[in-house]
């Protein structure tokens, strides 16, 4: 050593601290790194996303490397420290306080603070050029990494711990937060879409369902005029078809089988009754994810809800749950689906309107733990039937009844919260 120049010490040391950072950069870089983007890259055929992959899949051996040689290389950047300390300073304990000081500093600035900042903020640019030579390094050092992790699975096992497997899938809320804090890389519609879909397992179709109050249907009893001219005027492709009473529904007709024969004046209830497809029957409560996957499968495109005794409570349609996923079509019939704007910044309100709707539509806050529509959340705050120019508050939001018809509240004036609040 002592044949060895100053000036030759002095780049070993260079040399080493750059290794040991390289290792200290290649950790964090690894760890930070995004798994599901490397998956992608590595299915898209990038081969360093391969290597990277293949490296964090045997996390301990990866780290047993990386910290050998950081390690190894900090141990020896210690001791040629001292040996440079000695030669320029003498043995003094002075000396050797001030070159242990040194190598500290040098350590934790140029091999280990740097180095992981760096990492942390570029790990994609870092980790995967870092695999290409980790992964030989491993293989070479592979049986002192085997021996080392060999005794580290011994203490392990004596402190009755047990290393947990590396799971890197989500359940729905992470997934959530994960589309809601990535909100900067994607699009606001498909956001909105992605938050959409979550939520259909926790929204059922009484929640989005057609009232029976304002179901279209056609009564086989009425009149065959009266049955024509409900198919040539209806917006609907499809109506359920009853007889004498709505609880008795024997069918549903699609409109488009029928527009010939009522056109030419030809359908009558024997024509009507013979195109009849069966109803399909739909139990409350279901969600909206199964009741998807319930039209895929029967191919079927309007379902009506039954309660468990068999009474009609309303209809969902394919249509409906799409509306929940997208956003309302533009083809809906219904002018604002029943919410009509006013010039003082309150809107009327049909009564039959999904609180659901309400809430979204409008950036309400009504409570949707109970009813599921405006008529519902009426009568059960009164639990009589109001009067109409009644008003009350719900959450904030004032509400007036407008029109009560046959024990039905049909239309309510809601006044958004800031005009609320200043009453």
Not at 42 to 68: F, M, N, P, S, Y
Request: net charge negative; charged share 20%.
């Amino acid at each position: 050593m002592d044949d060895i120049s100053t000036s030759l010490l002095l780049a070993t040391l260079l040399l080493l601290l750059i290794g040991s950072g390289f290792f200290s950069i290649a950790e964090i870089s690894m760890m930070a790194l995004n798994r599901y983007r490397l998956k992608h890259m590595a299915k898209r055929g990038h081969r360093g996303a391969k290597l990277t992959v293949q490296l964090l899949e045997k996390t301990d051996k990866l780290l047993g490397v990386i910290l050998l040689g950081n390690n190894l290389l900090n141990a020896a950047a210690a001791a040629l420290v001292t040996v440079i300390t000695v030669r320029l300073m003498g043995e003094s304990e002075f000396a050797l306080t001030i070159g242990t000081l040194s190598v500290t500093f040098l350590i934790l600035v140029f091999s280990e603070i740097t180095p992981k900042v760096m990492g942390a903020a570029y790990p994609e640019r870092i980790a995967i050029p870092s695999s290409y030579i980790l992964a030989p390094l491993l293989k070479l050092f592979y049986p002192v990494v085997w021996f080392v992790n060999l005794f580290v699975r011994a203490l392990l096992w004596m402190l009755r711990l047990k290393p947990p497997s590396a799971d890197t899938r989500l359940n729905m809320e992470e997934l959530r937060t994960l589309v809601l804090e990535a909100s900067h890389y994607i699009p606001p519609k498909h956001q909105s879409i992605f938050l959409n879909l979550f939520e259909l397992e926790n929204v059922t179709v009484d929640d989005i369902m057609i009232p029976r109050s304002q179901i279209e249907a056609i009564d086989l009893d009425a009149p065959a005029e009266t049955i024509r001219e409900q198919l040539a005027t209806s917006h609907h492709t499809r109506l359920p078809v009853y007889r004498g009473r709505l609880d008795n529904i024997v069918g549903v007709v699609h409109i488009r089988n029928v527009l010939h024969q009522v056109r030419n004046m030809e359908i009558d209830v024997e024509t009507l009754q013979e195109i009849l497809r069966e109803p399909y029957f739909v139990p409350a409560g279901t969600s909206l994810f199964s009741q998807l996957q319930h039209f895929q499968e029967n191919r079927h495109h309007i379902g009506l809800v039954v309660d468990e005794y068999g009474e009609l409570l309303g209809l969902v349609s394919l249509e409906d749950i799409l509306e929940e996923i997208v956003g309302e079509f533009a083809s809906r019939p219904t002018a604002h689906g029943g919410i009509y704007p006013q010039d003082d910044g309150s809107w009327l309100v049909d009564g039959g309107c999904s609180l659901r709707d309400l809430n979204r539509k409008l950036k309400l806050n009504l409570p949707m733990d109970g009813p599921k529509t405006l008529n519902g959340l009426v009568l059960e705050h009164f639990e009589d039937i109001p009067e109409a120019g009644t008003s009350f508050k719900i959450n904030g939001h004032t509400l007036e009844i407008v029109q009560t018809q046959d024990r039905i509240v049909k239309v309510v004036r809601i006044f958004p919260l800031l005009i609320s609040a200043s009453e």
